[in-house]
């Protein structure tokens, strides 16, 4: 048995009142069997006419959005659950590139044949919701109990490249061995410079799931490093066996971080593998992957910040002007794991205390205190206020009220305000 939200069995009876068969397909099967829990459940279904008539009977349940009618997927949002229901299909290569394939959705397809197109065996095993069994045409079940990546058809699937790099984060994510005939189909493709196809975004799609769904993305890291495939990360690919060895060490350490934020976990992950890289190989490496400016951003940040061992209250309020020190310790504690982890605890106790854990200060002096001053609004405002926060960041102001002190001798020394 499968385990999947039995709310949907309303969707699978409808289905099968009009003569349709919904199989369950792809990694929510996989998962269950594997006792994971998955938010994603891909449908098939079987024996309908048309993509009309699909579309028909499931909007009975809510907005039916198609992605695609040439891709036959329709998307439904149905009691809080994202389901992807699609027809069956065949996918044939007539062009190079990720969009070069004819799609020939045809509803008469058995599921053997319909699933040949897909990458692992692993992920070609279907649950027939109405009969209630297992469909497993390529032997995937036992691939998972002997914990083996193997593919399903050679063919297709030298017809798209991304599918090496979704070997690299499986074998990783589920701590797999690789079958020694895909190993040689990976390791021929990349010589074959196929990858190079691939747009950044669908490389960069698969290592987001290495690094952020592998309890050791190293792992993946060393079996991308054995089929020649590090030349499109580098420059890891120039460092020596040490260095690199150092880097996923660390990488798995920050992996195990307890980070609830994704977006946060994969730049502390992404700034881990750049630790060793200067600035200009950090931009260069984020580049290559992401058009993303905030990424790019965050890790050049926290890859410049340095870390000290002993800091003033005041070192520490200017550092809360360049990174979020929350963020910034976690990183310096795996960068650092020699350190006494009872030092970071403490320091960030003490950035608790001063209320900058997650942002920097806030300013005692704002534009509406020096307009209580009778100055009119001009551009000294700026070089004023800036003025006023660093003597605050210099601890020479404490509070409010020695910050309007201040504020009326800054603008009487610099004959801004006539007494």
């Given at each position: 048995?499968?385990d999947?939200?039995?709310?949907?069995?309303?969707?699978?009876?409808?289905?099968?009142?009009?003569?349709?068969?919904p199989?369950?397909v792809?990694g929510?099967v996989?998962?269950?069997?594997?006792?994971i829990?998955?938010?994603?459940?891909?449908?098939?279904?079987?024996?309908?006419?048309?993509?009309?008539?699909?579309e028909s009977?499931?909007?009975?349940?809510g907005?039916?959005?198609?992605?695609?009618k040439?891709?036959?997927?329709?998307?439904?949002?149905?009691?809080?659950?994202?389901?992807?229901?699609?027809?069956p299909?065949?996918?044939?290569?007539?062009?190079?590139?990720?969009k070069?394939f004819?799609?020939?959705i045809?509803?008469?397809?058995?599921?053997?044949t319909?699933?040949?197109?897909?990458?692992?065996t692993?992920?070609a095993?279907?649950y027939?919701?109405?009969?209630?069994?297992?469909?497993?045409?390529?032997n995937?079940?036992?691939?998972l109990?002997?914990?083996?990546?193997?593919v399903?058809?050679?063919?297709?699937?030298?017809e798209?490249?991304l599918?090496?790099?979704?070997?690299?984060?499986?074998?990783?994510?589920?701590?797999?061995r690789?079958?020694?005939?895909?190993?040689?189909?990976?390791?021929?493709?990349?010589?074959?410079?196929?990858?190079?196809e691939?747009?950044?975004?669908?490389?960069?799609?698969?290592?987001?799931?290495?690094?952020l769904?592998?309890?050791?993305?190293?792992?993946?890291?060393k079996?991308?490093?054995s089929?020649g495939?590090l030349?499109?990360?580098?420059?890891?690919d120039?460092?020596?066996?040490?260095?690199?060895?150092?880097?996923?060490?660390?990488?798995?350490?920050?992996?195990?971080?307890?980070?609830?934020?994704?977006?946060?976990k994969?730049?502390?992950?992404l700034?881990?593998?750049?630790?060793?890289?200067?600035?200009?190989?950090?931009?260069?490496?984020?580049?290559?992957?992401?058009?993303?400016?905030k990424?790019?951003?965050?890790?050049?940040?926290?890859?410049?910040?340095?870390?000290?061992?002993?800091?003033?209250?005041?070192?520490?309020?200017?550092l809360?002007?360049?990174?979020?020190?929350?963020?910034f310790?976690?990183?310096?504690?795996?960068?650092?794991?020699?350190?006494?982890?009872?030092?970071f605890?403490?320091?960030?106790?003490?950035?608790?205390?001063?209320?900058?854990?997650?942002?920097?200060?806030?300013?005692?002096?704002?534009?509406?205190?020096?307009?209580?001053?009778?100055i009119k609004?001009?551009?000294?405002?700026?070089q004023?206020?800036e003025?006023?926060?660093?003597?605050?960041?210099?601890?020479?102001?404490?509070d409010?009220?020695?910050?309007?002190?201040?504020?009326?001798?800054?603008?009487?020394?610099?004959?801004?305000?006539?007494?």
């Amino acid at each position: 048995m499968v385990d999947y939200p039995k709310k949907l069995d309303q969707i699978f009876q409808k289905l099968q009142q009009n003569g349709a068969t919904p199989i369950i397909v792809g990694g929510f099967v996989r998962d269950s069997i594997l006792k994971i829990a998955s938010k994603d459940i891909d449908m098939e279904v079987y024996g309908i006419k048309s993509f009309e008539s699909l579309e028909s009977i499931l909007s009975e349940f809510g907005d039916v959005n198609s992605v695609g009618k040439s891709f036959g997927v329709s998307k439904l949002n149905y009691a809080g659950l994202d389901l992807d229901f699609s027809l069956p299909r065949k996918d044939n290569k007539i062009s190079s590139g990720h969009k070069g394939f004819d799609v020939e959705i045809d509803p008469t397809l058995d599921f053997k044949t319909a699933s040949s197109r897909r990458d692992f065996t692993i992920n070609a095993i279907g649950y027939d919701t109405i009969k209630k069994i297992v469909i497993d045409p390529f032997n995937g079940v036992k691939d998972l109990e002997k914990k083996i990546l193997r593919v399903v058809d050679k063919e297709k699937f030298i017809e798209d490249p991304l599918r090496v790099l979704r070997a690299v984060q499986f074998y990783a994510r589920f701590n797999l061995r690789i079958d020694s005939k895909l190993f040689t189909l990976c390791e021929d493709m990349v010589k074959k410079n196929l990858l190079d196809e691939l747009p950044k975004d669908r490389i960069f799609g698969e290592l987001k799931k290495l690094l952020l769904k592998a309890k050791n993305p190293s792992l993946g890291f060393k079996l991308l490093k054995s089929i020649g495939g590090l030349k499109y990360l580098a420059p890891l690919d120039s460092f020596s066996n040490n260095i690199f060895e150092d880097i996923l060490n660390h990488i798995d350490m920050m992996a195990k971080q307890r980070i609830d934020s994704e977006e946060i976990k994969l730049i502390l992950i992404l700034t881990t593998i750049c630790y060793k890289f200067d600035s200009s190989q950090t931009s260069s490496f984020i580049s290559n992957l992401t058009d993303d400016k905030k990424i790019l951003r965050e890790v050049m940040i926290l890859n410049k910040s340095e870390f000290q061992e002993s800091y003033t209250d005041s070192e520490l309020y200017k550092l809360a002007t360049k990174v979020n020190i929350e963020i910034f310790l976690i990183y310096q504690k795996v960068i650092h794991n020699n350190l006494d982890s009872e030092l970071f605890n403490e320091l960030k106790l003490r950035v608790k205390k001063l209320g900058i854990l997650n942002n920097k200060a806030k300013p005692f002096i704002q534009g509406r205190d020096i307009l209580e001053f009778g100055i009119k609004p001009s551009q000294q405002y700026k070089q004023i206020l800036e003025s006023a926060y660093e003597a605050q960041l210099n601890l020479e102001i404490k509070d409010k009220n020695e910050a309007k002190r201040w504020l009326k001798n800054y603008l009487s020394s610099r004959s801004l305000l006539f007494l």
